[in-house]
């Protein structure tokens, strides 16, 4: 299983005035989207623990085998329609780093 | 293997006047924590493969059994000499996220 040699890690902060509301329907909307997009070994995301001051309020880790996987993951009609209905509404700031597991 | 339930996840962005070198010697000293942290069960950084305008510059991902172990790993003398040797004299803007891996 552990073949994927790439990562895209995202971390997001949320406008405040997300609701708790807005907030569940992205934890639903990316938990749909392994079954959609097959390139995606591992989709691991989640809410910030609150443990550390100045923290973003939520991680998206996603393993693939390479970067054209990376590429039709990121491209991916499914994964599009997550960011316009359930990340871009709540969205406030966003940075991202892809990778190569060595 | 997979009974860490806690990732660690920190994006650097680094000043623009880094060197090669000085990312070399952080490479080096990130690599070198596991063998003195046992509590890291998994840990993988690298630099920001250039695909995606934006982005940060280096992705640090560790992960953990629990709360706990994190909090050691945060406080081991080995990991803050690495944050005050390599990561500080080159740092221009950090974000990170803790969460649990249901």
Do not use: C
Request: no cysteine.
């Amino acid at each position: 299983m552990e073949k994927a040699t790439f990562r895209h890690v995202v971390l997001l902060r949320f406008r405040a005035d997300a609701s708790e509301q807005a907030k569940q329907a992205l934890r639903d909307g990316l938990g749909a989207l392994p079954s959609q997009i097959p390139e995606l070994r591992s989709y691991r995301f989640g809410d910030d623990a609150g443990l550390a001051a100045g923290n973003f309020d939520f991680a998206i880790v996603a393993d693939l085998d390479d970067e054209q996987a990376w590429r039709t993951y990121a491209g991916h009609p499914a994964h599009q329609a997550a960011i316009e209905q359930f990340i871009r509404p709540i969205l406030e700031e966003r940075v991202a780093v892809q990778y190569r597991l060595d």
